[in-house]
Protein backbone atom coordinates (compact mmCIF):
# COMPACT_ATOMS: atom_id res chain seq x y z
CA UNK A 1 0.00 0.00 0.00
CA UNK A 2 1.52 3.47 -1.12
CA UNK A 3 0.02 6.78 0.81
CA UNK A 4 0.09 10.24 -0.64
CA UNK A 5 -0.40 13.23 0.84
CA UNK A 6 -3.52 15.07 1.06
CA UNK A 7 -3.60 17.41 -1.46
CA UNK A 8 -0.82 19.97 -0.60
CA UNK A 9 -1.33 19.48 3.33
CA UNK A 10 1.15 16.99 5.52
CA UNK A 11 -1.04 14.38 6.26
CA UNK A 12 -0.56 11.20 3.65
CA UNK A 13 -3.54 8.68 3.40
CA UNK A 14 -3.78 5.65 1.71
CA UNK A 15 -4.19 4.98 -2.37
CA UNK A 16 -7.59 2.87 -0.92
CA UNK A 17 -9.89 4.54 0.88
CA UNK A 18 -12.45 2.70 1.80
CA UNK A 19 -15.94 4.08 1.33
CA UNK A 20 -18.91 2.89 4.01
CA UNK A 21 -21.41 3.73 1.48
CA UNK A 22 -22.83 0.10 1.65
CA UNK A 23 -22.73 0.43 5.57
CA UNK A 24 -25.65 0.80 7.43
CA UNK A 25 -27.73 -2.06 8.90
CA UNK A 26 -31.03 -1.61 10.12
CA UNK A 27 -31.88 0.58 6.71
CA UNK A 28 -34.26 -0.75 4.34
CA UNK A 29 -35.43 1.90 2.25
CA UNK A 30 -34.86 3.58 -0.84
CA UNK A 31 -31.93 3.57 -2.65
CA UNK A 32 -30.03 2.19 0.68
CA UNK A 33 -31.67 -1.16 0.52
CA UNK A 34 -30.28 -1.38 -3.67
CA UNK A 35 -27.01 0.13 -2.33
CA UNK A 36 -26.33 -1.91 0.32
CA UNK A 37 -26.99 -2.37 4.49
CA UNK A 38 -23.90 -4.35 5.93
CA UNK A 39 -24.70 -4.23 9.56
CA UNK A 40 -22.65 -4.17 12.65
CA UNK A 41 -20.74 -7.57 12.39
CA UNK A 42 -20.02 -7.48 8.59
CA UNK A 43 -18.71 -3.95 8.72
CA UNK A 44 -16.28 -5.18 11.82
CA UNK A 45 -14.79 -7.84 9.39
CA UNK A 46 -14.50 -5.62 6.33
CA UNK A 47 -13.09 -2.33 8.28
CA UNK A 48 -10.75 -5.12 10.08
CA UNK A 49 -9.68 -6.48 6.83
CA UNK A 50 -8.71 -3.42 5.33
CA UNK A 51 -7.05 -1.75 8.13
CA UNK A 52 -4.66 -5.19 8.28
CA UNK A 53 -4.03 -4.60 4.91
CA UNK A 54 -2.57 -1.12 5.13
CA UNK A 55 -5.92 0.80 4.75
CA UNK A 56 -5.73 4.07 6.80
CA UNK A 57 -8.71 6.37 5.11
CA UNK A 58 -12.30 5.95 5.47
CA UNK A 59 -14.91 7.90 4.15
CA UNK A 60 -18.27 8.28 4.81
CA UNK A 61 -21.47 10.81 4.99
CA UNK A 62 -24.41 11.78 6.74
CA UNK A 63 -26.62 11.18 4.27
CA UNK A 64 -25.60 7.05 3.79
CA UNK A 65 -28.46 5.46 5.54
CA UNK A 66 -29.30 8.43 6.89
CA UNK A 67 -26.45 8.52 9.82
CA UNK A 68 -26.25 4.98 9.69
CA UNK A 69 -23.24 4.22 8.01
CA UNK A 70 -21.41 7.16 10.16
CA UNK A 71 -22.95 5.42 13.47
CA UNK A 72 -21.16 1.85 12.53
CA UNK A 73 -18.46 3.45 11.19
CA UNK A 74 -17.62 4.81 14.66
CA UNK A 75 -18.89 1.79 16.54
CA UNK A 76 -16.45 -0.80 14.74
CA UNK A 77 -13.46 1.53 15.32
CA UNK A 78 -14.18 1.04 19.05
CA UNK A 79 -14.77 -2.74 18.75
CA UNK A 80 -11.48 -3.01 16.67
CA UNK A 81 -9.62 -0.72 18.99
CA UNK A 82 -8.20 1.30 16.57
CA UNK A 83 -6.56 4.25 18.01
CA UNK A 84 -8.19 7.79 16.66
CA UNK A 85 -4.66 8.67 15.45
CA UNK A 86 -4.06 6.03 13.52
CA UNK A 87 -7.34 6.36 10.92
CA UNK A 88 -8.12 9.39 8.68
CA UNK A 89 -11.81 9.88 8.76
CA UNK A 90 -13.96 11.84 5.93
CA UNK A 91 -17.53 12.36 6.27
CA UNK A 92 -19.80 14.81 4.11
CA UNK A 93 -22.24 17.42 4.83
CA UNK A 94 -25.09 18.67 2.73
CA UNK A 95 -27.79 16.00 1.69
CA UNK A 96 -31.46 15.60 3.38
CA UNK A 97 -31.64 15.04 6.35
CA UNK A 98 -34.96 16.11 7.52
CA UNK A 99 -37.89 17.34 6.44
CA UNK A 100 -37.50 20.57 7.22
CA UNK A 101 -36.21 23.70 4.72
CA UNK A 102 -33.17 23.72 6.92
CA UNK A 103 -32.27 20.07 7.06
CA UNK A 104 -29.97 20.28 3.94
CA UNK A 105 -27.44 22.41 1.69
CA UNK A 106 -24.47 24.51 2.53
CA UNK A 107 -25.67 27.07 4.50
CA UNK A 108 -24.21 28.05 7.59
CA UNK A 109 -26.95 26.92 9.85
CA UNK A 110 -27.00 23.03 8.20
CA UNK A 111 -23.24 22.50 8.40
CA UNK A 112 -23.14 23.94 12.04
CA UNK A 113 -26.26 21.68 12.79
CA UNK A 114 -24.50 18.88 11.16
CA UNK A 115 -21.20 18.50 12.36
CA UNK A 116 -22.23 17.45 15.80
CA UNK A 117 -24.48 15.01 14.96
CA UNK A 118 -21.84 13.62 12.54
CA UNK A 119 -19.29 14.05 15.28
CA UNK A 120 -21.49 11.95 17.66
CA UNK A 121 -22.43 9.37 15.26
CA UNK A 122 -18.99 8.61 14.80
CA UNK A 123 -17.68 8.85 18.58
CA UNK A 124 -14.90 11.21 17.80
CA UNK A 125 -13.64 14.62 18.93
CA UNK A 126 -12.79 15.69 15.59
CA UNK A 127 -13.07 14.92 11.98
CA UNK A 128 -10.06 14.73 9.62
CA UNK A 129 -11.68 16.13 6.13
CA UNK A 130 -15.43 17.35 6.78
CA UNK A 131 -16.28 17.66 2.64
CA UNK A 132 -19.74 19.70 1.08
CA UNK A 133 -21.33 16.65 -0.64
CA UNK A 134 -22.71 18.70 -3.23
CA UNK A 135 -23.36 22.09 -5.32
CA UNK A 136 -25.49 24.48 -3.70
CA UNK A 137 -26.88 27.13 -5.73
CA UNK A 138 -29.09 29.37 -3.08
CA UNK A 139 -25.91 29.92 -0.48
CA UNK A 140 -23.22 32.25 -1.04
CA UNK A 141 -19.69 30.11 -1.43
CA UNK A 142 -18.05 32.43 1.05
CA UNK A 143 -20.74 31.83 3.92
CA UNK A 144 -19.81 28.34 3.54
CA UNK A 145 -16.34 29.29 4.00
CA UNK A 146 -16.45 30.86 6.61
CA UNK A 147 -18.57 27.72 8.35
CA UNK A 148 -15.83 25.43 7.69
CA UNK A 149 -13.08 27.94 8.75
CA UNK A 150 -14.81 27.73 11.97
CA UNK A 151 -15.20 24.51 11.84
CA UNK A 152 -10.90 24.43 11.54
CA UNK A 153 -10.31 26.98 13.83
CA UNK A 154 -12.45 24.94 16.71
CA UNK A 155 -10.64 22.04 15.70
CA UNK A 156 -13.79 19.98 15.47
CA UNK A 157 -12.50 19.81 11.91
CA UNK A 158 -8.86 19.41 10.81
CA UNK A 159 -9.15 20.09 6.88
CA UNK A 160 -11.94 20.72 4.36
CA UNK A 161 -12.65 19.36 0.78
CA UNK A 162 -15.45 19.51 -2.05
CA UNK A 163 -17.78 17.19 -3.98
CA UNK A 164 -19.22 17.31 -7.25
CA UNK A 165 -18.34 20.80 -7.62
CA UNK A 166 -17.41 22.31 -11.18
CA UNK A 167 -13.84 23.77 -11.54
CA UNK A 168 -15.01 27.31 -11.75
CA UNK A 169 -16.45 27.21 -8.82
CA UNK A 170 -13.36 25.02 -7.14
CA UNK A 171 -10.83 28.25 -8.05
CA UNK A 172 -13.04 30.87 -6.90
CA UNK A 173 -13.78 29.07 -3.46
CA UNK A 174 -9.86 29.27 -3.31
CA UNK A 175 -9.17 32.75 -4.62
CA UNK A 176 -12.32 33.64 -1.38
CA UNK A 177 -9.97 31.89 0.75
CA UNK A 178 -6.86 32.95 -0.08
CA UNK A 179 -7.84 36.36 0.17
CA UNK A 180 -9.92 36.39 3.26
CA UNK A 181 -7.63 33.96 5.17
CA UNK A 182 -9.66 30.99 5.08
CA UNK A 183 -8.82 27.22 5.52
CA UNK A 184 -9.46 26.11 1.68
CA UNK A 185 -10.89 23.19 -0.44
CA UNK A 186 -7.51 20.62 0.34
CA UNK A 187 -9.61 17.99 -1.48
CA UNK A 188 -12.26 16.92 -4.60
CA UNK A 189 -14.40 13.79 -4.26
CA UNK A 190 -15.48 13.31 -7.70
CA UNK A 191 -16.49 10.69 -10.11
CA UNK A 192 -13.78 8.50 -12.14
CA UNK A 193 -13.57 5.82 -13.51
CA UNK A 194 -12.33 4.33 -17.46
CA UNK A 195 -15.34 4.59 -18.50
CA UNK A 196 -16.20 8.11 -17.68
CA UNK A 197 -13.35 10.40 -18.20
CA UNK A 198 -15.12 13.77 -18.21
CA UNK A 199 -13.41 15.32 -15.42
CA UNK A 200 -10.12 15.16 -17.63
CA UNK A 201 -11.49 18.30 -19.34
CA UNK A 202 -11.76 20.86 -16.44
CA UNK A 203 -11.39 19.72 -13.08
CA UNK A 204 -7.79 17.77 -13.94
CA UNK A 205 -6.02 20.72 -14.81
CA UNK A 206 -7.44 22.39 -12.07
CA UNK A 207 -6.80 20.48 -9.17
CA UNK A 208 -3.29 19.35 -10.76
CA UNK A 209 -2.34 23.78 -10.88
CA UNK A 210 -3.55 24.36 -7.30
CA UNK A 211 -2.29 21.46 -5.68
CA UNK A 212 -6.26 19.48 -4.74
CA UNK A 213 -6.05 15.87 -3.77
CA UNK A 214 -8.49 13.67 -6.06
CA UNK A 215 -10.44 11.21 -4.72
CA UNK A 216 -12.27 9.27 -6.96
CA UNK A 217 -15.95 7.82 -6.07
CA UNK A 218 -17.39 4.64 -8.07
CA UNK A 219 -14.31 4.14 -9.78
CA UNK A 220 -16.13 0.78 -11.25
CA UNK A 221 -18.93 3.16 -12.66
CA UNK A 222 -21.18 1.38 -9.90
CA UNK A 223 -20.49 -2.18 -10.62
CA UNK A 224 -20.56 -1.87 -14.81
CA UNK A 225 -16.85 -2.26 -14.74
CA UNK A 226 -16.88 -5.31 -12.50
CA UNK A 227 -16.70 -7.64 -15.17
CA UNK A 228 -20.13 -8.53 -13.88
CA UNK A 229 -21.66 -6.77 -17.00
CA UNK A 230 -21.71 -6.19 -21.12
CA UNK A 231 -20.70 -8.39 -23.97
CA UNK A 232 -19.06 -12.04 -22.59
CA UNK A 233 -20.80 -11.63 -19.54
CA UNK A 234 -24.24 -13.57 -18.03
CA UNK A 235 -25.87 -10.01 -15.91
CA UNK A 236 -25.79 -11.42 -12.11
CA UNK A 237 -29.19 -11.62 -10.35
CA UNK A 238 -28.90 -8.58 -7.46
CA UNK A 239 -26.09 -7.15 -8.54
CA UNK A 240 -26.27 -3.38 -7.55
CA UNK A 241 -26.63 -2.14 -11.40
CA UNK A 242 -29.61 -4.08 -11.44
CA UNK A 243 -31.60 -1.99 -9.24
CA UNK A 244 -29.96 1.41 -9.13
CA UNK A 245 -28.57 2.23 -12.14
CA UNK A 246 -25.84 4.83 -11.19
CA UNK A 247 -23.80 6.59 -12.37
CA UNK A 248 -25.05 7.32 -15.99
CA UNK A 249 -22.65 5.81 -18.43
CA UNK A 250 -22.75 5.73 -22.26
CA UNK A 251 -22.80 1.59 -22.19
CA UNK A 252 -21.09 1.73 -26.11
CA UNK A 253 -17.85 3.11 -24.88
CA UNK A 254 -17.92 1.19 -21.64
CA UNK A 255 -18.48 -2.25 -23.37
CA UNK A 256 -14.96 -1.43 -25.34
CA UNK A 257 -13.59 -0.82 -22.27
CA UNK A 258 -14.41 -3.65 -20.53
CA UNK A 259 -13.23 -6.16 -23.84
CA UNK A 260 -9.81 -4.46 -23.69
CA UNK A 261 -10.15 -4.88 -19.54
CA UNK A 262 -10.82 -8.92 -20.26
CA UNK A 263 -8.18 -9.41 -22.63
CA UNK A 264 -5.30 -7.30 -20.25
CA UNK A 265 -7.35 -9.40 -16.90
CA UNK A 266 -6.16 -13.06 -18.87
CA UNK A 267 -3.19 -11.90 -19.04
CA UNK A 268 -2.45 -11.03 -15.44
CA UNK A 269 -4.69 -13.81 -14.34
CA UNK A 270 -7.02 -11.09 -12.60
CA UNK A 271 -10.47 -9.66 -12.78
CA UNK A 272 -11.86 -6.59 -15.47
CA UNK A 273 -12.42 -5.15 -11.49
CA UNK A 274 -8.80 -5.21 -10.91
CA UNK A 275 -7.73 -3.58 -14.06
CA UNK A 276 -10.03 -1.06 -13.91
CA UNK A 277 -8.85 0.02 -10.60
CA UNK A 278 -5.12 -0.27 -11.19
CA UNK A 279 -5.40 2.05 -14.44
CA UNK A 280 -7.05 4.37 -12.29
CA UNK A 281 -3.81 3.78 -9.71
CA UNK A 282 -1.40 4.64 -12.11
CA UNK A 283 -2.61 8.55 -12.74
CA UNK A 284 -0.78 10.99 -11.66
CA UNK A 285 -3.62 12.62 -10.53
CA UNK A 286 -5.16 10.71 -8.11
CA UNK A 287 -4.70 10.71 -4.70
CA UNK A 288 -6.60 8.20 -3.72
CA UNK A 289 -9.46 5.73 -4.85
CA UNK A 290 -12.27 4.70 -3.42
CA UNK A 291 -13.74 1.27 -2.80
CA UNK A 292 -17.13 0.33 -1.54
CA UNK A 293 -17.30 -3.31 -0.97
CA UNK A 294 -20.55 -5.55 0.59
CA UNK A 295 -18.02 -8.80 1.16
CA UNK A 296 -14.54 -9.62 2.78
CA UNK A 297 -14.04 -11.40 -0.94
CA UNK A 298 -15.14 -8.39 -3.00
CA UNK A 299 -13.19 -6.21 -0.73
CA UNK A 300 -9.69 -8.79 -1.13
CA UNK A 301 -10.14 -8.49 -4.61
CA UNK A 302 -10.58 -4.60 -4.98
CA UNK A 303 -7.24 -4.47 -2.57
CA UNK A 304 -4.73 -6.58 -4.84
CA UNK A 305 -5.54 -3.66 -7.19
CA UNK A 306 -2.45 -2.33 -5.71
CA UNK A 307 -0.34 -4.56 -6.44
CA UNK A 308 -1.04 -5.05 -10.28
CA UNK A 309 1.53 -3.08 -12.66
CA UNK A 310 0.38 -1.96 -15.64
CA UNK A 311 2.26 -2.41 -18.72
CA UNK A 312 3.43 1.21 -20.85
CA UNK A 313 1.92 -0.52 -23.75
CA UNK A 314 -1.52 -1.71 -21.50
CA UNK A 315 -2.32 1.78 -20.43
CA UNK A 316 -1.99 3.25 -23.82
CA UNK A 317 -4.22 0.55 -25.50
CA UNK A 318 -6.92 1.30 -22.31
CA UNK A 319 -6.25 5.10 -22.69
CA UNK A 320 -6.70 4.63 -26.04
CA UNK A 321 -9.80 2.77 -26.23
CA UNK A 322 -11.54 4.92 -23.40
CA UNK A 323 -10.44 8.26 -24.56
CA UNK A 324 -12.57 11.26 -24.67
CA UNK A 325 -14.13 12.42 -28.01
CA UNK A 326 -13.16 15.97 -28.94
CA UNK A 327 -14.64 18.82 -27.28
CA UNK A 328 -14.74 22.87 -27.85
CA UNK A 329 -13.00 24.52 -26.55
CA UNK A 330 -10.38 21.43 -25.92
CA UNK A 331 -9.93 20.78 -29.69
CA UNK A 332 -9.51 24.92 -30.04
CA UNK A 333 -6.87 25.25 -27.10
CA UNK A 334 -4.85 21.69 -28.53
CA UNK A 335 -4.57 23.43 -32.13
CA UNK A 336 -4.09 26.84 -30.89
CA UNK A 337 -1.36 25.79 -28.07
CA UNK A 338 0.79 23.63 -30.05
CA UNK A 339 3.09 26.39 -30.35
CA UNK A 340 3.45 26.93 -27.30
CA UNK A 341 4.71 24.15 -25.23
CA UNK A 342 8.06 24.50 -23.23
CA UNK A 343 10.78 24.09 -25.70
CA UNK A 344 13.70 26.24 -26.95
CA UNK A 345 12.67 28.95 -29.04
CA UNK A 346 14.60 30.17 -31.72
CA UNK A 347 13.93 32.87 -34.34
CA UNK A 348 14.96 32.61 -37.93
CA UNK A 349 17.48 35.53 -39.38
CA UNK A 350 16.17 37.40 -42.35
Not at 195 to 211: F, N, Q, S, V, Y
Not at 311 to 324: F, N, Y
Request: with cysteine.
Amino acid sequence: MKYNQLGRTGLFVSEICLGAMTFGGGVDAGIWKAIGSIGQDGVDKIIGHALAAGVNFIDTADVYSFGQSERVVGQSLKNLGVARKDVVVATKVYGEMGPGPNDRGASRGHIMDSVRGSLERLQTDYIDLYQIHGNDSVTPIDETLRALDDLTSQGLVRYIGVSNWTAWKIAKSLGLSEAKGYARFETLQAYYSIAGRDLERELIPMLTEEKLGLMVWSPLAGGLLSGKFGPGAPTVEGARRTTFDFPPVNTERAWACVAAMREIGKIHGVSVARVALAWLLAKPHVMTVIIGAKTVEQLADNLAAVDLTLSVDEIRKLDEVSILPDEYPGWMLERQGGTRLPKPFSAKKS
